[in-house]
């Protein structure tokens, strides 16, 4: 059951970044930047099906997986609505059987996740293994896609695409690193500080470069997904580790 639906999900992933463009036509127009978009759910659906491998963690990626799939099915429902054709596929009866499929795999994914033994980390947990995940998706996206980020807000294509890419590596090295802490957050507080540290000095960096000019408003929506939605669950560790060893 779980191998089953690792592969239809390594299959999945790599459809998406193997063949982004055949996916453009099924994107919602409310959906900004379809290319990144899609880009971004194979890798997640890549990485899901290696997690799903890792039995301390398959009741956590077994849950998201079952959400993932329900909130792709609106997706679903505008390609079979408008007859948009898939691959080739243009029949209704494809259309509507694709978009149907979308309830057998919520209820597989959900009896993953009741089979597997419960989650150990707690909350702290929680919160590293889904920055890891986020982390590994946007490394691989920066340094894969190095020009997607500059023609999402508009921007012209950098000089040195390698810059970004860099940026990219240190980023999926962090990911690496919240997923070592995952097992002990609190003994490895110091992995979460620096996290924290570059998640705060990003945005003062960004602030600076937009009192220059040097990178306009728009790029800044980066931030909200990459820092600053990650201080107060990052900080929230820290002030725990810190109470625990004064106990």
């Not at 127009?29 to 971004?40: D, G, M, W």
């Not at 957050?185 to 990003?202: D, Q, T």
């Not at 945005?203 to 470069?209: K, L, S, V």
Request: hydrophobic content about 60%.
């Amino acid at each position: 059951m779980i191998f089953g639906l690792v592969f239809l999900l390594t299959a999945a992933g790599i459809t998406h970044l193997v063949l982004p463009g055949a996916f453009v036509s099924a994107m919602p127009p409310i959906i900004p930047a379809p290319e990144v978009a899609i880009v971004l759910t194979g890798f997640l659906e890549i990485l899901s099906a290696l997690a799903l491998l890792y039995s301390p963690w398959r009741r956590l990626v077994a849950l998201w997986l079952a959400v993932y799939f329900v909130a792709i099915t609106p997706v679903h429902l505008y390609v079979a609505w408008y007859g948009i054709p898939m691959f080739g596929f243009g029949n209704p009866v494809f259309l509507w059987a694709r978009t149907l499929l979308q309830a057998p795999l919520v209820y597989w994914a959900w009896r993953i996740a009741r089979a597997a033994e419960p989650w150990r980390f707690g909350w702290r947990g929680h919160v590293l293994a889904l920055a890891a995940i986020y982390n590994l998706c946007f490394g691989f996206w920066a340094v894969f896609f190095p020009s997607q980020a500059f023609a999402a807000v508009s921007l012209p294509q950098p000089n040195y695409p390698e810059l970004w890419q860099c940026i990219g590596m240190i980023v999926g090295v962090y990911g690496i690193g919240y997923g070592v802490a995952v097992v002990d957050p609190k003994r490895h507080w110091p992995i979460v500080l620096v996290g924290l540290l570059g998640k705060v000095f990003g945005p003062i960096g960004f602030c600076y470069a937009l009192w220059r000019g040097s990178l306009p408003l728009s790029f800044g929506v980066i931030l909200v997904t990459n820092d600053l939605l990650w201080w107060v669950p990052f900080a929230a560790i820290l002030w725990s580790a810190h109470a625990s060893k004064k106990e």
